[in-house]
């Protein structure tokens, strides 16, 4: 981490190649990517035309082919600078390249979105990418996700939001790190389970961690209204908003 790249950049390494694993370790976050899909798809089914669809953090492609399968008026631009990632979901998902409704950005976050024009995005989607920045970072994106959604716009993001109550926050992240152990330590992956506790130092860390009500504040600072918090499994949440 430095202040040239103020986002997590461990994705490049033996977690960005093993994603996948996180569906054994972590089975709220494919929960939560199957949540972001169904928010994204009923928005779209209540309109009439073609809906932008920008997905922040796309990785393996996990969330994005959830997107892709919810509503057939979409199109999705998946932005994701970790090319280990990017190229797994480009590989596992060439057949909605070809059919015109996938294009990438291997842009960062932040880079990607202040090259999209005003008002012009339908539906500005994430799962478990904000909580990787930096928090002045963090605090930027928002505003440029605000400034490129058309009015009524949405924003869906499923993701790592802290609980407020630091020691039940406390308490589900030693459940989490137990489920890590777990798994990782059955099939003989201390190598993986090495990345995802040092990855997790830095989800919790002060200049980091996402939690709650200072993020819901950040989003009505800049703008947001309709902000909700949806679901909630132990420190996973999916939260939403309007322009």
């Given at each position: 981490?430095?202040?040239?790249?103020?986002?997590?950049?461990?994705?490049?390494?033996?977690i960005g190649q093993e994603y996948q694993m996180l569906k054994l370790i972590c089975p709220f976050a494919t929960e939560m990517s199957r949540l972001v899909g169904e928010i994204v798809?009923?928005?779209?089914?209540?309109?009439?035309?073609?809906?932008?669809?920008?997905?922040?953090?796309?990785?393996?492609?996990i969330t994005t082919l959830a997107i892709l399968s919810a509503a057939d008026n979409l199109k999705v631009l998946s932005v994701d600078n970790e090319p280990i990632m990017q190229s797994q979901a480009q590989q596992s998902l060439r057949d909605w390249v070809a059919a015109d409704r996938l294009s990438f950005s291997s842009d960062d976050a932040l880079s990607a979105l202040q090259a999209l024009p005003s008002d012009s995005v339908d539906i500005l989607a994430s799962a478990y990418t904000l909580h990787n920045f930096h928090i002045d970072y963090r605090r930027q994106v928002l505003a440029e996700i605000y400034r490129v959604l058309k009015p009524g716009g949405q924003f869906v993001n499923g993701d790592r939001y802290a609980l407020d109550d630091i020691s039940v926050h406390t308490r589900s992240t030693q459940r989490e790190v137990?489920?890590?152990?777990?798994?990782?330590?059955?099939?003989?992956?201390?190598?993986?389970?090495?990345?995802?506790?040092?990855h997790l130092f830095n989800d919790e860390s002060e200049n980091h961690v996402m939690r709650e009500s200072v993020a819901l504040a950040q989003m009505a600072d800049v703008g947001f209204?309709?902000?909700?918090?949806?679901?909630?499994m132990e420190v996973n949440a999916l939260v939403t908003a309007i322009k």
């Open positions: 981490m430095t202040t040239d790249k103020p986002f997590d950049a461990m994705f490049s390494g033996v798809g009923a928005y779209c089914e209540r309109q009439n035309t073609q809906q932008t669809v920008v997905e922040l953090g796309g990785g393996t492609g137990g489920g890590y152990f777990k798994v990782l330590t059955e099939i003989n992956r201390l190598d993986l389970l090495e990345h995802w506790i040092v209204r309709e902000i909700e918090l949806q679901q909630r």
